[in-house]
Antibody, heavy 119, light 108 residues
Framework: EVQLVESGGGLVQPGGSLRLSCAAS????????MNWVRQAPGKGLEWVSY????????YYADSVKGRFTISRDNAKNSLYLQMNSLRAEDTAVYYC????????????WGKGTTVTVSS | AIRMTQSPSSFSASTGDRVTITCRAS??????LAWYQQKPGKAPKLLIY???TLQSGVPSRFSGSGSGTDFTLTISCLQSEDFATYYC??????????FGQGTRLEIK
């Protein structure tokens, strides 16, 4: 079964850091691009970051550029999001989502992990 | 950034109805458009990509059309499990990848 499982969410103070992980299974992880997408409480979907299959191409939303770092370990079938200098507006459910080889629609999603930034 | 605008933002319909949701891009995106369904507390689910290609396993009552700037998602005969929020997403020009604000479909 194709599956993505996020972990690492939690409560963190403003200015703090958190590292999210996404474990992939059931498919050849190294062949696919990956994304992080977030959803603030009661709001719509916001794309956060993209990484190509080989990590050669990385993109970020302006709202997180310079604060968040996406990475992957194809040997461990894992995707990561290092989040620094967290703000209240980063509070959201964070989903990892599988992209495609040459394009970026997302066909497999994890269930999400919740990040709450509050003092 | 390409802005995606969905209409309506919410509406009510009955089981068995035919419904259409519209998504408009702020500039032409060819057919690089996907539609997702999200139920409360759940992850989004891909319904359609390339504007009109049905994702494997998605019921045929869902269909998509359009190209350029104007797109539609149609559900031909609403079922109870279709009441959810729907999002469009463009992948023609990125970054950033952009979603519409969502259309909430409720039971009348």
């Amino acid at each position: 079964e194709v599956q993505l499982v996020e972990s690492g969410g939690g409560l963190v103070q403003p200015g703090g850091s958190l590292r999210l992980s996404c474990a992939a299974s059931g498919f050849t992880f190294s062949s696919y691009s990956m994304n992080w997408v977030r959803q603030a409480p009661g709001k719509g979907l916001e794309w956060v970051s993209y990484i190509s299959s080989s990590s050669s191409t990385i993109y970020y939303a302006d709202s997180v550029k310079g604060r968040f770092t996406i990475s992957r370990d194809n040997a461990k079938n894992s995707l990561y999001l290092q989040m620094n200098s967290l703000r209240a507006e980063d509070t959201a459910v964070y989903y990892c989502a599988r992209g495609q080889v040459a394009t970026i629609y997302m066909d497999v999603w994890g269930k999400g992990t919740t990040v709450t930034v509050s003092s | 950034a390409i802005r995606m605008t969905q209409s309506p933002s919410s509406f009510s319909a009955s089981t068995g109805d035919r419904v259409t949701i519209t998504c408009r891009a702020s500039q032409g995106i060819s057919s690089y458009l996907a539609w997702y369904q999200q139920k409360p507390g759940k992850a989004p689910k891909l319904l359609i990509y390339a504007a009109s290609t049905l994702q494997s396993g998605v019921p045929s009552r869902f269909s998509g059309s359009g190209s350029g700037t104007d797109f539609t998602l149609t559900i031909s005969c609403l079922q109870s499990e279709d009441f959810a929020t729907y999002y469009c997403q463009q992948y023609y020009s990125y970054p950033p990848i952009t979603f519409g604000q969502g259309t909430r479909l409720e039971i009348k």
